[in-house]
T-cell receptor
């Protein structure tokens, strides 16, 4: 079993829909990252959080430390949101900035 | 402030050959991490470098090695290439603290034939 599990693996939505991607982890963490990867391969950091909730534009990320669960929400989805969304965690037991990644969720938003 | 850059963008090698991939850190960052991402998978941690020394390694064999230079740029070397080494190789730079963001480069796509 992977230390970081994401669901769903694939998600197709219509433009304007509210989207939720889930991430569960089995280890203690010091931080959780949500990342976006476009087909070219480059990864962009969306959020880094260790508690509560963060919002940036149409994106909202929440984390429940007790339940070891995080969600990424996209409101009013748009075709340009189509990408792979990856959850990654940093363990306090490992040094530096090492991340453990989930498998990613492929999101496709149709016009 | 320049971002993280990687070179080359794409590379094709033959099984058994050796390859060197390069990464230039974001200005001011002293830690570089390298990740391997196979097609359809999440990235896997290879190792990280802090102040020119390897500090943390994932489940990769010794034929994966690296260097970090005084200007914090870094190299990933892979010897005796195998077909399964075909992947996107990502580097990420950061500061040596768990509370800091990582900034990723665009990746190098390696194909081993």
């Amino acid at each position: 079993k992977n230390e970081v599990e994401q669901s769903p693996q694939n998600l197709t939505a219509q433009e304007g829909e509210f989207i939720t991607i889930n991430c569960s982890y089995s280890v203690g963490i010091s931080a959780l990252h949500w990342l976006q990867q476009h087909p070219g391969g480059g990864i962009v950091s969306l959020f880094m959080l260790s508690s509560g909730k963060k919002k940036h534009g149409r994106l909202i990320a929440t984390i429940n430390i007790q339940e070891k669960h995080s969600s990424l929400h996209i409101t009013a989805s748009h075709p340009r949101d189509s990408a792979v969304y990856i959850c990654a965690v940093r363990s306090p037991e490992t040094s530096g900035s090492r991340l453990t990644f989930g498998e990613g969720t492929q999101l496709t938003v149709n016009p | 402030e320049t971002g993280v850059t990687q070179s080359p963008t794409h590379l094709i090698k033959t099984r058994g050959q050796q390859v060197t991939l390069r990464c230039s850190s974001q200005s001011g960052h002293n830690t570089v991490s390298w990740y391997q991402q196979a097609l359809g998978q999440g990235p896997q941690f290879i190792f990280q470098y802090y102040r020119e020394e390897e500090n943390g390694r994932g489940n990769f064999p010794p034929r994966f090695s690296g260097l970090q230079f005084p200007n914090y740029s870094s190299e990933l070397n892979v010897n005796a290439l195998e077909l399964d080494d075909s992947a996107l190789y990502l580097c990420a730079s950061s500061l040596w603290t768990s509370s800091y963001e990582q900034y990723f480069g665009p990746g190098t796509r390696l194909t081993v034939t």
